[in-house]
């Protein structure tokens, strides 16, 4: 099994980031070959300072690096590094509809909160996102949901080359993991916890310090009832709730029965300690990792040649199939 994801360049990791999608990215390692990039050239299509994409890349990496991926274990490196990421895209634009592309939600919303300029890069962005996973013929892509309709159109760009130049690419299956995307604003419980469309203090960092996490889930909203037990008018407690489940790996209903009579005031100081006792390994492999950029460069290097490896082969065989280059010589 094959798995690949990137990665949007951001050191402002959350918890529902960290639940529902880089404690899959871990898992991967021992499930499959697993490949991961961090996306500099997705992070271009909207406005940006250069000096922080640089640096973005670094926190993303050792946020990643310290959560538990291991450079022996995956290829973890940097999109741009890649140059095969690129090229690809430029070749699967020819069986890329423009239509679809147009119909693209994320774009439409993307483009609106644009003030200077809708760049023809946030157009193409969802093709640049199906040649990272196209070029290493992956089969399975954690996404959160909201990138579901990059992946029916990824998979549409594969079968139409498949169909018009030859059995060349593998179509990949999306894997939407279902805990983490419940993880909520710790202050609007009937949102999704998130860096740009939510609250400061509803929104646990993973990079937080201990004070900060803490505060943060014992001032969580909650109901004016005693119980706790999730149920639709219990938006915040059901939230802590799963929260709670996540980090210890348990049911929900476990978390129910063990704090059944139990005030809210315990049960948050009990989810606000399990979520700091499972972030800070992550925040202190972070710190130590980010000191050390040559190092992080290295890593990062070292898993572009891993990967350019893979994506070469592949961008060898496309080329072919289109009539673009030279005939490859037969060995
Ligand atoms: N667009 C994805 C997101 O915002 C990031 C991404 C870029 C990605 N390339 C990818 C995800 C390839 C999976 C596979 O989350």
Known sequence: ???????????????????????QYVAGQHRGEAIYCVVDLHATTVAYEPDILRESVYDTAATLLGAGLEPDRCIFFRQSDVHE???????????TAFGDLNRMTQFKDKSSAQRELVSAGLFFYPVL???????????EVPVGEDQRQHLELMRDIAERFNARFGQTLVVPEARI?????????????????????????????VLDEPPAVSKKIRS????????????PDKAGISNLIEILAAVRGTAP????????????????????????TYLSPVRE???????????????????????REVASGTLADVREAMGVGPVRPRQ
């Open 285 to 307: 492999r972070y710190a130590q990792l980010r000191a050390d950029e040559p190092k992080l460069e290295q890593v990062l290097e070292e898993g572009a040649a891993k990967a």
């Open 85 to 95: 990421h690129t090229e690809l895209t430029w070749l699967l634009s020819s069986v």
């Open 220 to 231: 969580a909203v909650t109901d004016s009832g005693t119980e706790v037990v999730r149920a």
């Open 177 to 205: 993991p279902e805990v983490g995307a419940r993880i909520m604003d710790l202050q609007f419980p009937d949102r999704k916890m998130s860096t740009t469309g939510g609250s400061p203090q509803g929104t646990v960092y």
């Open 129 to 139: 996102m199906a040649a990272d996973v196209l070029a290493y013929r992956a089969q």
């Open 1 to 23: 099994m094959r798995i690949f994801s990137g990665i949007q360049p951001t050191g402002r990791k959350h918890l529902g980031n960290y639940i529902g999608a880089i404690t």
């Open 253 to 276: 209903e476990e978390i129910e029965r063990e704090f059944d009579g139990e005030g809210y005031g315990a049960f948050k100081q009990a989810v606000a300690d399990a979520v700091v």
